[in-house]
C-alpha cells in the first residue's frame, strides 16, 4: 500500500511538473491526465470536481471583464498612478500599498502591469534604484490576492468552509485575519526594500552602463490616452459589488431568508452578486457584448478556472482516497506546531503557480488534519510561494520594464531581485495571522 501511494505522489508531481512546462490552461490540462492515470492505473475514485469555487471565479471574472471592457481598469490604473508620482521620494513605501490597494480591490494582481512602468520611471527619476519599489510592488500585489473578497484564491477558501459544512467560517473571518496580516507584511518587505542594494549614485556598474548610453535617461510622465467615457461608471458600479460581497460576507444576518434555518452560502450571493453587477455594467454602459471575452482579464480568469479544474480535483481525488495513510502520518507534527502546514502551503504554491489552486487542493488537508479554522485563515497568505522562482508574468515584466537593469534574476537563479521583498512579505503577513488569529478568535 505504501508503495502504491508513493507511486500515486509521483504521477502527481509529474502531473504538475509537465503543467508547469506548459504554463497556462496547461496546468489544469496536465492536471486532469494525472487523474486519469491515477483512476485507470490505481483504480482511484476521483472526488468531486470543485463547481462552487469555479463558478465563485467565472461571476467575479465576468464583473471584472465587463469592467476592463468599459475602461474601468484603466480609471483605476490613472488613480494609481496619480498616487505613486505624487511621492517620488518615498516610491519604494508608497508603490506596494498601492498596487497592493488596487489588487485588493479588483481581485486580480494583473493590474499591477500597467503600474510599473510608472514606478520604475518615479524611482528613475528621483535617483532611487528602481529594483526596490519594483520588486515589493510586485510582491505586494499577490499578496493582496489572500486579502481581496472577489479574488480567485479567496472564493476557494470560502468554497472550501461551504464544501466542509464550517458556516460559522468565511468572508467575515479572511478579511478580518488577512486584510492586517498582508498589509504588515507589505510594509515590512518595503521597509527592508529600502536597503536592498547600491543606491544608483554608488553602483559603479549603473553608472558605466548609464556613460556608455545603454540605458535611457529618465524621461517625464507621458500622457496617457483618454478615458473611455464609460470607464469612471464602470469602475464605481464595479466597486459597489465589492462593498455589497464584504457588506453581505459581515453581516450574515442580511442572507437570511424569511422561513431558512440558516442564511444563504456566500459562494451563492458572491456568483448572485457579480453576475448580476456584470449585467448592469453592461446596462449602464452600453458596451460592446463581443469585446468583453478579448479583454486579458477574462483570458486569466478562463485560465485559473481551468487550473484549477484539473489540479485542484487531482489533489482532492489523491488526498481523499488515501487520507487514512497521510493524515496519521503527518497528523501529530502538525497538531504540536500547527504553523508547519504552512510550509507546505507555501512549497505547494511554488510549484503549482496558483493561489486558488493551491488553495482549493491543500487547505482539506488541512482541515482533516484538524488544524483550527482561524489558524488555516493565518496561515493563507503562505499560498504566495511562486515568486520564488522567478518565471511568473508579473516578475518578468517588472524584470523588463526596469531599463536600469537593477530589478534582475542573479547568477543562480534564486538569487533575484524579488526573493528578499518575497520572504519577508510572507513569513511576517503569516505570523501577523497566526498572531491575529489566537488573539481574536
Not at 42 to 61: E, K, N, R
Not at 357 to 369: E, F, K, Q
Not at 409 to 435: C, D, E, K, Q, W
Request: aromatic content about 8%; hydrophobic content about 55%; charged content about 10%.
Amino acid at each position: 500500500m505504501t508503495v502504491s501511494i508513493v507511486l500515486q505522489f509521483l504521477v502527481v508531481l509529474a502531473a504538475i511538473w509537465m503543467g508547469a512546462r506548459s504554463s497556462g490552461i496547461g496546468l489544469g490540462l496536465w492536471g486532469a491526465v494525472g487523474l486519469m492515470v491515477l483512476v485507470g492505473a490505481f483504480g482511484l475514485t476521483p472526488t468531486s470536481p470543485p463547481i462552487d469555487v469555479m463558478l465563485i471565479i467565472l461571476a467575479v471574472i465576468m464583473a471584472a471583464s465587463v469592467m476592463e471592457a468599459a475602461g474601468g481598469i484603466d480609471f483605476l490604473v490613472g488613480i494609481a498612478e496619480r498616487i505613486i508620482r505624487a511621492n517620488p521620494k518615498y516610491v519604494t513605501i508608497v508603490a506596494p500599498l498601492t498596487t497592493w490597494t488596487f489588487t485588493f480591490l479588483a481581485g486580480t494582481g494583473h493590474i499591477v502591469y500597467p503600474l510599473l512602468p510608472v514606478i520604475y520611471e518615479t524611482a528613475h527619476r528621483s535617483g532611487i534604484r528602481p529594483e526596490r519599489p519594483m520588486a515589493v510592488a510586485t510582491i505586494a500585489s499577490q499578496q493582496a490576492i489572500t486579502a481581496s473578497p472577489v479574488a480567485a484564491a479567496t472564493a476557494a477558501m470560502i468554497g472550501m468552509f461551504a464544501e466542509k459544512g464550517m458556516t460559522g467560517w468565511g468572508l467575515r473571518e479572511i478579511l478580518m485575519i488577512c486584510v492586517p496580516a498582508t498589509l504588515v507584511g507589505v510594509i515590512a518587505a518595503a521597509i527592508v526594500s529600502m536597503f536592498i542594494g547600491k543606491d544608483l549614485k554608488d553602483d559603479k556598474v549603473y553608472q558605466a552602463r548609464l556613460a556608455a548610453g545603454e540605458i535611457p535617461a529618465p524621461q517625464s510622465a507621458a500622457g496617457r490616452p483618454a478615458l473611455k467615457p464609460t470607464a469612471k461608471l464602470a469602475a464605481f458600479v464595479f466597486l459597489s459589488g465589492v462593498a455589497l460581497v464584504v457588506l453581505f460576507g459581515f453581516f450574515p444576518a442580511l442572507r437570511q431568508l424569511p422561513g431558512a434555518k440558516s442564511p444563504l452560502s456566500m459562494p451563492i450571493v458572491i456568483e448572485i452578486i457579480m453576475m448580476s453587477i456584470a449585467a448592469i455594467m453592461l446596462l449602464l454602459t452600453q458596451v460592446a457584448v463581443d469585446d468583453v471575452p478579448k479583454t486579458a482579464t477574462l483570458r486569466a480568469g478562463v485560465v485559473a478556472v481551468i487550473g484549477i479544474f484539473g489540479l485542484a480535483w487531482l489533489g482532492d481525488s489523491f488526498i481523499s482516497a488515501n487520507k487514512d495513510l497521510i493524515v496519521p502520518a503527518i497528523g501529530e507534527w502538525a497538531k504540536v506546531a500547527p504553523w508547519t502546514f504552512a510550509f507546505g502551503l507555501f512549497l505547494a504554491s511554488v510549484l503549482l503557480y496558483s493561489q486558488a489552486a493551491t488553495t482549493r487542493a491543500l487547505m482539506p488537508l488541512g482541515v482533516v488534519l484538524g488544524i483550527p479554522p482561524q489558524f488555516l485563515i493565518g496561515m493563507f497568505p503562505a499560498v504566495n510561494g511562486y515568486f520564488f522562482i522567478p518565471t511568473y508574468g508579473s516578475l518578468i515584466a517588472a524584470i523588463n520594464f526596469d531599463l536600469s537593469g537593477t530589478t534582475k534574476i542573479g547568477r543562480y537563479v534564486l538569487n533575484h531581485s524579488f526573493m528578499i521583498p518575497g520572504l519577508v512579505a510572507t513569513a511576517v503577513s503569516v505570523a501577523t495571522g497566526l498572531l491575529i488569529a489566537r488573539m481574536i478568535f
